[in-house]
């Protein structure tokens, strides 16, 4: 199962998931005491030491990193079932999709509300796993090519 290297690109898939609830995405310190800072499950606004946090509707992110993280966790487990394993990769792909839309969305909102800000590296996670999936269906699909040249030549 570890020998072959789409499994390697799936545990990186799983952990740049898990890696982008962690890391703040988006972050924006002024001059000021007065901090804002978007992570996967929550956006946190620190004014003059107090901190006010808002999850919803923020953890959409985190839920679908999550999401993402186990479906590539469950395409390690069915590498003897390559046809389910690239399903599987698709239905990351999408999830992926819609992972970086939300991120997207409310970078957009809160970059436009704060007139600024900057990528965090929870930002660049989402790519990161985005390239790791492509890789890694790429590498099932040739398996699935060879395993089937091979029957036909017998």
């Given amino acids: 199962m570890w020998q072959r290297i789409q499994t390697v690109f799936l545990a990186v898939v799983?952990?740049?998931?898990?890696?982008?609830?962690?890391?703040?995405?988006?972050?924006?310190?002024?001059?000021?005491?007065?901090?804002?800072?978007?992570?996967?499950?929550?956006?946190?606004?620190?004014?003059?030491?107090?901190?006010?946090t808002v999850y919803?509707?923020?953890a959409i992110t985190a839920m679908l990193a999550i999401a993402t993280a186990t479906v590539a966790f469950i395409s390690i487990g069915k590498f003897k079932n390559r046809v389910l394993q690239m399903k599987l990769g698709v239905l990351n792909s999408l999830l992926m999709l819609g992972t970086m839309v939300a991120i997207v969305v409310f970078v957009l909102d809160l970059a436009k509300s704060h007139q600024g800000g900057q990528y965090g590296s929870g930002f660049w996670m989402v790519a990161i796993g985005v390239a790791a999936n492509f890789l890694a269906n790429r590498f099932i699909r040739r398996d699935e090519k060879l395993i089937r040249d091979s029957d036909r030549l017998r």
Avoid: C, R
């Fill in 14 to 52: 799983v952990i740049s998931m898990i890696a982008l609830i962690f890391m703040p995405i988006w972050v924006y310190e002024p001059e000021t005491e007065n901090a804002h800072q978007l992570f996967a499950l929550h956006y946190t606004e620190k004014t003059d030491g107090a901190a006010n």
């Fill in 56 to 58: 919803m509707p923020y």
